[in-house]
């Protein structure tokens, strides 16, 4: 008697990731690039201890600090479960991307630091184009494995903009210490964020700035 033994490989088919994908942080800094040297060449819009001055430094640190708090909150939801469990508890009940949410107020929140106009302006195709690729990419996934049960969550939460609305939470939570502290040393980093734009604005009410440019 003969026994035929299948030695061949099953393996789940991987998707190929489009180039975009791949380097999509390269590409969205490559479309900021410009913006940010006509900025920096460009005299201040705002005089830099006026009344509008103060309002945009004062925005800029409402969009780091929201950025920021959001990002470590949504950390003590999904720390070390990120693009396997489907969490949709604490703030992934009212949006399915909190992380990228305040990373985009922090990112915004240089645009009001440096009161441009240009690089906010800029700001948007750059990052639409890496978050389309990111987020699709993170939902093919999460689809493939969680199947019909990721299709109810899109369908109650929404893609980005908070829904307060959809807001629920367990009694108690489950922390990976590990992981918060990445998050918290990223924070650290963040902080890099207002105070080198800080500096950079009083730089540039020096005589010596180099001025090329008259961009917002």
């Known amino acids: 008697m003969s026994v035929a033994v299948d030695l061949r490989v099953h393996t789940e088919p991987k998707f190929r990731k489009h180039w975009l994908e791949r380097r999509r942080a390269t590409v969205a800094l490559l479309m900021l690039t410009p913006a ?14 006026s009344g509008w001055g103060l309002l945009a430094n004062v925005l800029g640190w409402l969009l780091f600090l929201s950025g920021a708090a959001l990002r470590f909150w949504a950390t003590l939801y999904v720390g070390g479960r990120k693009g396997d469990a489907l969490v949709d508890s604490g703030p992934y009940s009212i949006t399915r991307n909190p992380l990228y949410l305040g990373s985009i107020l922090i990112a915004l929140s240089c645009g009001c630091f440096l009161h441009s106009a240009t690089l906010l302006a800029a700001m948007i195709p750059a990052g639409v184009m890496y978050l389309w690729f990111t987020l699709q990419s993170e939902a093919r996934r999460l689809r493939e494995k969680h199947g019909s049960r990721y299709d109810d969550y899109c369908r109650r939460v929404p893609m980005l903009w908070p829904d307060w609305r959809q807001w629920q ?6 922390v990976d210490l590990h992981c918060l502290h990445i998050e918290a040393f990223r924070a650290l980093r963040w902080l890099s964020v207002p105070l080198v734009t800080i500096v950079v604005m009083q730089l540039r009410t020096a005589s010596w700035w180099p001025v090329w440019f008259n961009v917002p």
């Open 36 to 49: 940010l040297f006509a900025t920096l060449g460009s005299p201040s819009p705002l005089v830099l201890h």
């Open 169 to 174: 939470s367990e009694a108690t939570l489950e």
